[in-house]
């Protein structure tokens, strides 16, 4: 048997733990997994020596905005961060582009605009909006991973939230179709306005009842139906006894958070500086610790970047407001340095890593050949170096708008080449883009 790729590591992150290993690959997948210096025929033999290889990442949340608010962003764009950082998967967001993707029509229209232009393999949530139940079905059939819906004002007037009714009846809906519903869990009865340049009031305008109370309706809601619930960016640890007691009860809920709200501390956040502005806010760093205990016993499932651009002068630049500034943080390229950084310090592997960043979210999503290191998987590798730091510079940046509270920041961990389908993405790329479109497995 020949091979065309085999990449042979001493500290292959595989499925069942890290050890040297040969991933051999025959066209898009990964064939077998052999011994480090095993004797294989193949027409390029690639050795990282120290270097590790994990499997490609895929993050779940990813705003592209492309159409309609492609200067916020874009697929070129975002997917060129992605396969600097290490993603190979990403899963859109059905809001913040125009149309929004609530129908099936809308969906077509995302896909013609993303086709052609994706670095890394892209997959598309459906939006669940009020009034839009009739096509919950076909956007299923059609291949959306899931259904992403918001309790609390979305930012975007076309993508409107959902009242704890409709909440009842999408989640009934979704659970006869063993769909996967995705819930933005902020509560605004709890929520004060805010404005001004001081991080302080902005934190204080949306405590951690805001999550709680939302995420109380959720627990309730998936309890009722049935249905698979999933938490986007959970920012109030004191959340998450209560994730784990609906688990516990056998509840379908799930949890993610991000890689900003693992790396920031309000307590650095300076005055004006609207970068960090997302919501929920970064909390202070006892919130932090509390997150960290979460993910690491197994409360919370993901890591993703929840990577929300805008142009500059949406973060309100002249006046540092936070009530005027476009809230999200763009990290695509960043995140696993930005989580690799932290969780080293902490004694954590490079395993939980990868099922953090990349089995638990294709698992979540439902991509059964993305995330791991195994026969049958999609051959989509990083080549990581976990030692090596380095000062995060805004140009290198390959994201649109290379706006980002990282600017400045040392990290540790670097990718030095990413594989998609076996094709190489940094070094020796192709001229042209080689992302998929892809549809739930
Ligand atoms: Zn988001």
């Not at 499997?55 to 396969?83: I, K, Q």
């Not at 959340?239 to 890689?259: F, N, S």
Request: with cysteine; charged share 20%; hydrophobic share 45%.
């Amino acid at each position: 048997m020949r091979y065309d790729l085999v990449v042979r590591s001493r500290r292959a992150v595989l499925p069942d733990g890290t050890r040297p290993a040969a991933v051999a690959v025959s066209g898009p997948a990964i064939a077998a997994i052999g011994d480090y210096g095993e004797r294989l025929e193949a027409s390029q033999d690639v050795d990282l020596g120290d270097l590790v290889l994990l499997p490609g990442l895929v993050d779940t949340h990813v705003h592209v905005n492309e159409p309609g608010r492609t200067e916020w962003e874009g697929f070129a764009t975002a997917t060129r961060a992605a396969a600097a950082g290490g993603v190979t998967t990403i899963c859109d967001m059905p809001l913040n582009s125009l149309p929004p993707t609530v129908s099936v029509a809308a969906l077509e229209e995302k896909r013609a605009a993303a086709a052609g232009k994706c670095w890394v393999d892209v997959a598309f949530w459906g939006g669940a909006v009020p009034g839009n139940a009739a096509e919950l079905g076909p956007l299923h059939e059609a291949g959306v991973v899931g259904f992403k819906c918001f309790l609390i004002d979305s930012g975007v007037p076309e993508f409107p939230p959902l009242e704890v009714a409709e909440l009842r009846s999408v989640l009934g809906a979704l659970a006869a179709l063993d769909a996967l519903l995705i819930v933005h869990a902020e509560d605004a009865a709890e929520i004060k306005p805010a404005s001004g340049r001081d991080y302080g009031s902005f934190l204080a305008s949306r405590p951690p009842v805001s999550e709680r109370r939302a995420i109380e309706k959720v627990i309730s809601a998936a309890a009722a139906t049935g249905a698979r619930a999933h938490i986007v960016h959970l920012s109030a640890a004191e959340c998450v006894a209560m994730i784990a007691g609906a688990k516990a009860a056998g509840i379908r809920l799930t949890a993610e958070t991000c890689p900003h709200y693992l790396y920031f501390a309000a307590e650095q956040v300076p005055d004006g500086a609207t970068e960090f502005k997302c919501c929920p806010p970064v909390r202070d760093a006892i919130n932090r610790e509390a997150l960290w205990r979460g993910l690491e016993a197994g409360v919370i499932d993901c890591v993703v970047s929840d990577h929300s651009p805008c142009p500059p002068e949406l973060k309100a630049p002249d006046t540092g407001d936070f009530g005027q500034a476009w809230g999200g943080i763009a990290s695509l390229q960043l995140g696993l340095s930005a989580v690799w950084t932290v969780a080293r310090r902490r004694g954590r592997a490079l395993d939980d890593v990868a099922r953090w960043m990349a089995a638990a979210p294709a698992a979540l999503a439902g991509l059964p050949a993305k995330g791991r290191l195994a026969p049958g998987c999609d051959a989509d590798l990083v080549a990581f170096d976990p030692d090596e730091a380095y000062t995060v510079d805004p140009a290198q940046l390959q994201h649109r708008h290379p706006v980002t509270p990282y600017a400045g920041r040392t990290l540790t961990g670097r990718v030095r080449q990413t594989w998609l389908r076996g094709m190489p993405l940094l070094e020796g790329a192709s001229e042209a883009p080689v992302g998929r479109l892809q549809k739930r497995g």
